[in-house]
């Protein structure tokens, strides 16, 4: 029988969460974060509803931001330790993604360690660095390790300061975390990181805004490329055309909420083979149990025959990452 594999779901140990706040005094989460490491309530919701595995990738992208390296570093080494941990316990159920949450020599001995040491099946990166975009040429190191180890790349999106009041209703998560998606993605392709290096990338929430403005990023360029005089600020690459294709070679999730419209939209954009069943557990309402509830109802109301919507469920990760 065809697997449910859930492609983006996040996860901490108590083990870690206790280090962050004793040994380094951090204070980015309130409430009670014991939701993220209660695997008995993990497994029990992904058999109620079908899901035979998921990926773990770690929680709390915002902790990484402003922090020196040498802290980064120990912290990233914890953090992937403990995740290859929780799957060691149950590797029927659990897929390990490390993090590299920056890019230096060590870090990318991180890299190493995650895919040969630790058997790692990718790893997660952010949509920007403390702020900076991620096809600098100081990043590219990272797109050069994923194409060496041939280690696909789970993008989550980061905070970066907008305006002062953009959190004073979670905009800046609501929305923001889509847009700077978005940003990201058109950096890797106008910036020549995807000519470049050959590396899979699977992007959350749908793809942010990518589907739903495909046609507007041909246009734009053509528009750009037919009129130059008009646009002498901006630096085009020479990129065949239609240019959305190159934002087509992108994986994207559909952690979107369990909007039956905003999965057809991203599987209209990304097609059969480039979309993935995600649902952002065990965060949401329920703790996860509504996204998971809902998105699976999604894909099932999908136009979509039998062998695209197992794919969707499970297949395009299993190629991905077995």
Same mark, same amino acid.
């Given at each position: 029988?065809?697997? $449910?594999?859930? #492609? ?48 773990? $990738? ?92 041939? #280690? ?29 998606? $978005? ?23 749908? !793809? ?77 309402? !329920? ?20 062998? #695209? ?14």
């Amino acid at each position: 029988m065809p697997e $449910t594999i859930d #492609a983006y779901t996040h996860v901490l140990t108590e083990e870690f969460y206790d280090t962050l706040v004793e040994e380094y005094d951090f204070q980015g989460l309130t409430g009670d974060p014991s939701f993220l490491w209660d695997l008995d309530r993990r497994l029990a919701d992904m058999d109620e509803y079908g899901v035979d595995r998921q990926v773990l $990738t770690l929680a709390l992208p915002p902790l990484w931001r402003g922090m020196d390296d040498q802290t980064a570093l120990e912290l990233t080494r914890l953090a992937n330790d403990e995740v290859r941990r929780i799957v060691d316990d149950h590797p029927d159920r659990f897929i390990p993604v490390g993090t590299v949450p920056m890019v230096n020599d060590e870090f990318m001995r991180e890299f190493d360690r995650c895919i040969d040491d630790l058997d790692m099946a990718g790893i997660q990166m952010f949509s920007n660095v403390d702020g900076e975009p991620i096809d600098r040429p100081k990043f590219h190191p990272l797109f050069e390790r994923a194409e060496r180890h041939d #280690a696909p790349l789970w993008m989550h999106p980061q905070l970066h300061e907008w305006y002062d009041w953009a959190s004073e209703y979670m905009e800046h998560r609501l929305f923001g975390w889509p847009f700077d998606t $978005t940003l990201a993605l058109s950096r890797l392709v106008f910036g020549g990181v995807t000519e470049q290096y050959d590396f899979d990338l699977l992007a959350h929430h749908g !793809g942010g805004m990518v589907p739903f403005y495909g046609g507007r990023i041909d246009s734009f360029v053509r528009t750009r490329r037919e009129y130059p005089e008009n646009y002498a600020d901006t630096d085009l690459p020479d990129l065949s055309e239609p240019v959305s294709d190159h934002f087509r070679e992108f994986y994207a999730d559909t952690a979107v909420s369990g909007s039956t419209v905003a999965h057809d939209c991203a599987h209209g954009f990304f097609g059969d083979d480039r979309l993935v069943f995600g649902t952002d557990y065990p965060f949401g309402p !329920g703790r996860g149990r509504e996204w998971t509830e809902s998105g699976l109802l999604a894909v099932d109301e999908m136009d979509l025959d039998d062998g #695209a919507r197992e794919q969707v469920l499970g297949g395009n990760l299993a190629d991905l990452v077995d």
